[in-house]
């Protein structure tokens, strides 16, 4: 069941009647309801992966408790590497197994001995589970720095793990956030309904408009990448840019805005990063939920910026590798980490990692400067840059990609592979920045203007558009579902 299908509307209509009308004064059975409706809801992908979320569940609600109870230190961090050690084995057995078979498999064939591949194995991978694992984990650490008592409500702490609008692909959730409000009671809010609405309907078009339209033509010209000229390649890979953004920006706005119909705040998950002025505020917008996680429990637990450069400038290559890793089983991953990792340490070791960290691009004009302007397109290219080791299906296309990219410098117009004028598509991006530019100041309120006219308007363009550019012959499943 996936955001932007027609069961999932139908799924969502009925859980949000039964939430509101029958379990209105019942916080208990508004809570039962979300567990219910979640495990629904993700076992509709494949039920016999719902052991996974239940056992992790029950794994770190008893050791929180056993962490907050134990006085001992050593005990303590026993107690704690055993949900790291159990989270991170579910995770590296159904994410990296067959990676780093297969790997050591390659490294032997190099040294000139042969092996066989018996040891690989036929894995489903898991949806979502690179997203709670790291959710319950984050519940454990707190406990363990003492920054958040344990629950003993174990059906709130149950649907605080599986809550089904940001259970696949996130935000990743802190307790001291998402479990708050699930423990105390809710009110029916209509303000709070409507925004969460709007920006339902905002992530519907980021992903069905801006990430499915782009999709085929992406998909053609990576696939095909050898028979295209560099001036292709450069769209391919800023194409790229604007589909990803827009199916996890989507994502997160449609997850974002359901959980606001049950009277749940999520924290914002993107906030313009392709505004950024450098790389380091780029990180600040982007997939903040992660690296708001990788900075509490990998970065400043390792000594952080609080020590010598070397030992920072170590910290940061850890966090960006493993965030790589995080992403998925493939060199790719782990290059496109590192790319940003060499692109990062500059800009911390000029003292600018948080120049930009409380303003936003043309913060006090209409349009913004010219020197902004440039940051931002040299911020925009480097992404997109690195972009390219993402999408490859190996390292070796990948720089093969980035070779032809800067050695085949004719120019040819790219035809879409099945007919639709370019014309159509470089109009939508251009406007499709402009209106984000707009509404640069508030990611959760994309249809915030005091002239109702004007907004009558930006919610018909915003249909018209989802109803133009709906093709049922694309594949609209979310690219961060396979993370």
């Not at 969502?12 to 208990?28: D, H, I, N, P």
């Not at 219910?36 to 992908?45: A, D, E, K, L, V």
Request: proline share 2%.
């Amino acid at each position: 069941m996936i955001f932007n299908s027609l069961e999932f509307f139908l799924f969502l209509f009925v859980v949000y009647a039964l939430y509101w009308l029958v379990f209105k004064k019942s916080l208990k059975g508004q809570n039962i309801l979300l567990l219910i409706s979640s495990y629904i809801f993700y076992g509709w992908w494949d039920w016999r992966f719902l052991f996974l979320i239940v056992l992790s569940t029950i794994v770190d609600y008893f050791i929180g408790i056993t962490i907050y109870k134990t006085e001992k230190q050593k005990t303590r961090k026993a107690w704690l590497w055993v949900s790291v050690l159990f989270n991170l084995g579910l995770l590296g057995f159904f994410k990296y197994y067959n990676f780093f078979v297969d790997s050591w498999i390659d490294l032997f064939s190099v040294l000139g001995y042969s092996l066989n591949s018996t040891w690989t194995l036929n894995i489903i991978l898991p949806v979502g589970i690179s997203f709670y694992t790291f959710q319950t984990m984050s519940y454990s650490f707190d406990i363990y720095y003492k920054k958040l008592k344990p629950t003993k409500n174990f059906l709130a702490f149950a649907a605080f793990v599986s809550f089904f609008p940001q259970l696949v692909a996130g935000p990743i959730e802190r307790a001291s956030n998402l479990l708050h409000q699930i423990i105390n009671k809710r009110t029916f809010n209509y303000n709070q309904c409507v925004g969460g609405l709007k920006l339902i309907l905002w992530g519907l078009f980021k992903k069905m408009v801006i990430a499915d339209s782009l999709g085929p033509i992406v998909d053609d010209i990576f696939t095909n990448y050898s028979s295209y000229s560099a001036s292709t390649l450069v769209l391919g890979a800023v194409f790229f840019s604007f589909q990803i953004y827009g199916d996890f920006s989507g994502y997160s706005d449609i997850a974002i805005g359901t959980a606001k119909l049950f009277g749940i705040e999520l924290k914002s998950n993107f906030k313009f990063p392709y505004f950024s002025r450098n790389i380091a505020e780029f990180w600040v917008r982007w997939h903040t939920s992660l690296s708001d996680w990788f900075r509490y429990y990998v970065y400043i637990p390792l000594g952080g910026s609080r020590k010598s450069k070397l030992i920072s400038i170590r910290n940061i290559a850890i966090v960006f590798l493993i965030s790589g890793l995080w992403h998925g089983a493939n060199w790719t991953y782990l290059f496109w980490g590192a790319f940003h990792a060499i692109a990062f340490v500059p800009i911390f070791l000029l003292g600018k990692n948080s120049k930009y960290k409380n303003s936003i691009i043309g913060e006090h004009s209409l349009l913004p400067s010219i020197n902004e302007v440039l940051r931002m397109v040299m911020v925009f290219s480097l992404v997109t840059f690195s972009w390219v080791f993402f999408r490859s299906a190996t390292i070796a296309d990948a720089f093969s990609y980035i070779l032809r990219m800067f050695s085949e410098f004719t120019f040819h117009s790219y035809r879409h592979p099945t007919g639709f004028r370019m014309i159509d598509y470089y109009v939508l991006i251009a406007l499709f920045v402009v209106y984000e530019y707009i509404i640069r100041r508030d990611e959760r309120a994309p249809f915030k203007f005091k002239s109702k006219y004007i907004r009558f308007i930006a919610y018909a363009i915003v249909i018209l558009c989802m109803l133009l550019f709906y093709d049922s012959k694309i594949d609209r499943s979310f690219i961060y579902f396979q993370f």
